[in-house]
């Protein structure tokens, strides 16, 4: 039986609040704001109406919404209003209620208002820093420190700080869609040109990492620096649909802001079919039954880590068909440490027992005391898929017209969890060989994958004969 290590308990950073441990929906409000067009079911803020939600997340001289409110919605607002329209409309009420178009200001309400609009584009600018590369959305902030500046010279300062640090973490981001983006044209490139059973020349895994365990950690450095560049509110502008009470636009529609999630998804579907050609490509069945053998180390390894996403992608790479049928093959493997895996990631009971695992993962994450332990990288397509069905299953705006806030507590309670597990610094030595190796290694398409394996192991039955004899004369233009 496979043990997640359990780390020794230690006080909670300031992350759990987004975990269901810590995150906490109990919005502190004035008996004015529940008059105001909010709605509250045992303490807890269920629905309102946009402008009274726009509202509550405006800060007064003697009022600061919670960091909760805060996150919830400047996550699901951008369903029903752009962020740049709704930063506009924060602002413009800021103005009118702290008067800050009058000739002389109020300077000691001005000094108990500022630092309060401060920390939340603060916080609007390091939780969601793709929003601000709108030009739009530079010129609403600039425009609220000037107003305010004159009151607080310590103001300019901040507001500097806040700008350079958002656009170091915006050119970091930048950076790292680059690579992303270069290194997806070069493997879309190798793809074409690498049909056939390649020359002896070619490398292959074991020749650059022989060690399941150096392969597991850089597959989860892979893994991390992935994640690290998804923006939260991907997740919910993978599923915008036309708010129903502006037929005139769809937020985002047109531009759907998910390159990230999208890349990553491509990293998932690369890793697969990597595992199928590095188990296709040699001659000899023990060589392919040892190259089996070792993914499932590799395998067992992640699950340990708590990298669930290579796990499930080499899962799939060993049960693609043209790998599954080499029976001539799997008949030299020690199988039970893969049936072992292959149950923790079965999908029964949607997925049960792997739920069960990833709990765990969470809780020794939450204890840790060292990086190693925090790490937590779920299998991301169901992750995905849970939050489409949240998504779907409920709907946006209650009948009356107000929105639903229950809903969106709950899809921040899932992406803020996410988004607490992709901070984690990864704690292993990177490897830039093995990494190189993992995102230029040529792989087969599916179709070389199958004359691949029909080469390895010949074909059974008339279907599989039938289909060989048509790769061969496609790919090999051999009859």
């Not at 001005?110 to 916080?123: D, H, N």
């Not at 053998?293 to 899962?315: P, Q, T, W």
């Not at 993992?438 to 010949?458: N, R, V, W």
Request: hydrophobic share 35%.
């Amino acid at each position: 039986m496979l043990m997640l290590q359990e780390g020794m308990p230690q006080t909670l950073s300031s992350t759990s609040m987004f975990t269901p441990c810590g995150f906490s929906p109990h919005l502190h409000t004035s008996k004015e704001d529940e008059q105001g067009g909010l709605i509250f079911q045992d303490g807890n803020l269920t629905s309102a109406s946009l402008d009274a939600l726009i509202q509550h997340l405006i800060p007064t001289t003697d009022y600061y919404p919670e960091k909760a409110y805060i996150f919830t919605f400047l996550l699901s607002s951008r369903l029903f209003i752009e962020p740049h329209e709704l930063l506009s409309r924060v602002c413009h009420k800021c103005i009118e209620q702290q008067r800050l178009d009058d000739p002389v200001l109020d300077k000691a309400r001005i000094r108990k208002f500022g630092p309060k609009i401060l920390q939340l584009l603060t916080e609007w600018t390091e939780t969601f820093p793709y929003d601000f590369q709108e030009e739009r959305m530079i010129g609403h902030l600039k425009d609220m420190i000037h107003r305010i500046a004159p009151c607080d010279e310590a103001y300019w300062k901040k507001m500097n700080q806040l700008l350079q640090t958002l656009n170091q973490k915006l050119a970091t981001l930048s950076h790292g869609q680059e690579g992303i983006v270069k290194i997806s044209a070069a493997v879309s490139d190798k793809l074409v040109a690498f049909k056939s059973k390649p020359p002896s020349i070619q490398r292959e895994i074991l020749s650059v990492c022989s060690d399941p365990y150096t392969l597991a950690q850089q597959l989860t450095h892979v893994e991390l620096e992935r994640l690290s560049h998804i923006g939260p509110e991907e997740f919910v502008q993978a599923f915008v649909h036309k708010d129903p009470l502006d037929g005139t636009k769809t937020c985002f529609s047109e531009q759907k802001k998910t390159s990230n999630l999208e890349a990553y998804v491509k990293w998932f579907n690369r890793l697969c079919y990597l595992v199928a050609t590095e188990i296709c490509m040699p001659a000899k069945k023990k060589q392919r039954a040892q190259v089996i053998e070792f993914f499932i180390d590799v395998a067992r390894e992640c699950f340990n880590i708590g990298n669930f996403n290579s796990l499930m992608a080499i899962i799939s790479g060993m049960n693609m068909s043209p790998v599954s049928r080499l029976k001539k093959t799997w008949s030299k493997v020690k199988t039970a440490k893969f049936f072992i895996l292959e149950h923790q990631m079965d999908p029964t009971g949607n997925f049960y027992n792997y739920r069960t695992a990833l709990r765990g993962a969470a809780h020794r994450s939450l204890t840790a005391h060292s990086n190693r332990e925090k790490i937590v990288i779920p299998f991301f397509s169901l992750l995905i898929k849970d939050i489409y069905f949240l998504n779907e299953g409920c709907a946006n705006r209650l009948p009356n017209g107000h929105v639903n806030f229950e809903k969106f507590l709950e899809l921040a309670k899932q992406v803020g969890e996410f988004i607490t597990w992709k901070q984690v610094e990864c704690p292993f030595e990177q490897d830039p060989n093995i990494i190189h190796y993992l995102h230029t290694a040529p792989i087969f398409t599916e179709d070389g994958l199958y004359l691949a394996s029909y080469e390895s192991e010949s074909p059974e039955n008339q279907t599989e004969k039938d289909r060989w004899k048509s790769l061969r004369s496609t790919i090999l233009g051999k009859t």
